[in-house]
């Protein structure tokens, strides 16, 4: 279950939307969090492609929502152009539209990746003993998201463990690693105990500084060499 919308375009092409929202983080003084306005709209745009590449789909547009004055324009479209640039997309479409009228105490915005994907790809996997689960980064939230940037997955490794064949990638949101894993499997349910890990499962993973990564022991040397020092093993006893 991804927090995507897919709309069927015909009978071989579906779009795919993802978004994602920022509140009291950037440059105004009642800001909980203090960062450039680029970063702001780097992490926010992270959290939604990575939602649009897992869901299979390939980045075509992305829509800003800007509630964060007139001047951190040209930042946060800097900040988009920062993960294009990542993934090597250069043929996206930037839009968007910000709030002139009124200026708000606390910095905002929202941002949504369409993307585009064959319909009969399909990214389904059925859980077996055999599958092996990898958390590739680390979570971080608020301020340990700037502090420790070294632990976060970058977006090119994602992209690239995502095109892995029979590998599952998926991103880890604000709710933790334990309940992607269940929504992974949702006709399961898996419990704290379940999992043997040396990364936080309950902790927030803020904007998806992490993910989840599923695949067959034969793929395995595969994925830990393409994530390199980002891999983190689960081991899960069911």
């Known amino acids: 279950m991804r ?10 092409d579906s779009l795919i939307i993802a ?19 680029e970063t702001v709209a780097y992490y926010s745009f992270r959290v939604a492609v990575m939602e649009c590449i897992a869901a ?16 951190p324009w040209d930042e946060l479209v800097s900040g988009i152009q920062k993960g294009l640039h990542e993934l090597n997309l250069s043929d996206v479409l930037i839009t968007g539209s910000t709030e002139s009228n009124f200026s708000l105490m606390q910095s905002a915005l929202g941002l949504v990746v369409i993307g585009k ?10 859980y077996s003993k055999q599958l092996r689960f990898a958390v590739v980064g680390m979570p971080l939230v608020g301020e340990e998201v700037i ?15 995502s095109r892995i064949h029979d590998v599952m990638a998926w991103p880890v949101g604000s709710k933790g690693i334990l309940y992607e894993i269940n929504q992974m499997f ?9 999992i043997i ?34 891999f983190n093993l689960l081991e899960i006893k069911k």
């Open 117 to 126: 994907k064959l319909t009969a790809q399909t990214l389904e996997m059925a």
């Open 147 to 161: 502090e420790q940037n070294d632990q976060v997955a970058p977006l090119s490794v994602f992209q690239e463990i």
């Open 197 to 230: 890990s040396n990364v936080d499962i309950l902790k927030s993973a803020g904007p998806a500084t992490c993910f989840l990564a599923v695949y067959d022991l034969g793929q395995e040397e595969t994925v830990m060499k393409t994530a390199g020092r980002f």
């Open 3 to 12: 927090d995507i919308i897919t709309v069927p375009l015909n009978g071989m």
């Open 56 to 71: 299979g789909a390939e980045p075509i547009s992305v829509v800003l929502h800007n509630f964060c004055g007139n001047e």
């Open 186 to 194: 949702p006709n399961l349910e898996f419990s704290q105990e379940m």
């Open 19 to 37: 978004c994602d929202n920022s509140g009291a983080i950037g440059m105004k003084e009642q800001d909980l969090v203090h960062v450039p306005y």
